[in-house]
């Protein structure tokens, strides 16, 4: 069974960094596009940021510039580095990944999330 496992969340002062990991496992048959989303307090599911399998990036419009996604492909694993953090940024990050289990379609999996807290 797929699982997505994150790491790396915690509490920072405002233009502090983090680095946010999402490891991939389970009878994975193949890794396509991967991202993080976040909710804050309040709001909806957002997309932060997101890496397809060929290493194109796409960034929200709120973290360009600060925010870094990466992926290592065997590893299975996607990293979001967030740099000059702001207490807007406070959320709870998700990962996400698009891809194909053994024996089932292809589809979305999410992680349990993670909590980033940007305060002073």
């Known amino acids: 069974q797929v699982q997505l496992v994150e790491s790396g969340g915690g509490l920072v002062q405002p233009g502090g960094s983090l680095r946010l990991s999402c490891a991939a496992s389970?009878?994975?048959?193949?890794?396509?596009?991967m991202g993080w989303y976040r909710q804050g307090p309040g709001k909806q599911r957002e997309l932060v940021a997101a890496?397809?399998?060929?290493?194109?990036?796409n960034y929200a419009d709120s973290v360009k510039g600060r925010f870094t996604i990466s992926r290592d492909n065997a590893k299975n694993t996607v990293y979001l580095q967030m740099n000059s953090l702001k207490p807007e940024d406070t959320a709870v990050y998700y990962c996400?990944?698009?891809?194909?289990?053994?024996?089932?379609?292809?589809?979305?999996?999410w992680g349990q999330g993670t909590q980033v807290t940007v305060s002073s």
């Open positions: 890496i397809t399998s060929g290493d194109s990036t």
């Open positions: 389970g009878s994975i048959i193949r890794l396509y596009a």
């Open positions: 996400n990944a698009d891809l194909m289990e053994l024996f089932r379609p292809r589809r979305d999996y």
